[in-house]
Every structure is written in C-alpha cells, then in structure tokens.
C-alpha cells in the first residue's frame, strides 16, 4: 500500500533551520506531484510547498517564499522541505503529502491523495 513517512522534525529556536524528509513506498513516485501541509492545534490545513513530479517546478505558499526550499531525489523515492528563518508561527504538524501530477501548482491540501502521519515542528521564540 502506499506509505509516506516523515521525519526531522523537533524543537528550534526562532531564526533556525530544520530539515524535513519524506520516504514514499508502494507509489510509483516519479508520476507524482509531492507537497508539504501544515495544521496548527485548532487551524486548517495549510498549503506550505509543492514540487513538481519530474522536481523542474516548486511553488510556496506566500509566507514560506525565500525561507523555505523543497527538493527531491526520485531514485530514493523521496522529498525534502528545507526550511530556513523559523518563526514562531510555523510551528505546526508538518504533512508530506502525494497527488497526482496535474495538481502540482494547486494551494489546496484537498488536491493530495496520500498522507504522511505528520512529524512536529515547534519555533520557540
């Protein structure tokens, strides 16, 4: 079955960095477009990153542009989400997500079809 894991997360301080890693299984990854989701205690879902299936196109949400950089390696069925210049507000349970190719560009976390259990990451001022 299809499976998304990820990892990296933890406690930082503001003005910090943290890598996140995602390990896909049971897709085939390359034929997919691969994001990152948020969720706050008592917030929606929201969109963070995205990559496009072949890695050519990334695009950020509005607050994470020239902070936050996402990547992958297609050959280890994985994707990366660099993230830079913590702020306490992004702290957040962080979700690597998979949808299909066609909603790479889309904001809404309702166009991924498998999800990650999440991994946390607390900003501390």
């Known amino acids: 079955q299809e499976q998304l894991v990820e990892s990296g997360g933890g406690l930082v301080q503001a003005g910090g960095s943290l890598r996140l890693s995602c390990a896909a299984s049971g897709l085939t990854f ?42 992958r390696d297609n050959a280890k069925n994985s994707v990366f989400l660099q993230m830079n210049s913590l702020k306490p507000e992004d702290t957040a349970v962080y ?16 166009n991924y079809t498998y999800w990650g259990q999440g991994t946390q990451v607390t900003v501390s001022s």
């Open 30 to 71: 390359s034929a997919y477009n691969m994001g990152w989701v948020r969720q706050a205690p008592g917030k929606e879902r929201e969109f963070v990153a995205g990559i496009s299936a072949n890695g050519r196109g990334t695009n950020f949400a509005g607050s994470m542009k020239g902070r936050f950089t996402v990547s």
């Open 95 to 110: 979700y690597c997500a998979a949808g299909a190719a066609w909603t790479y560009g889309s904001s809404d976390p309702n």
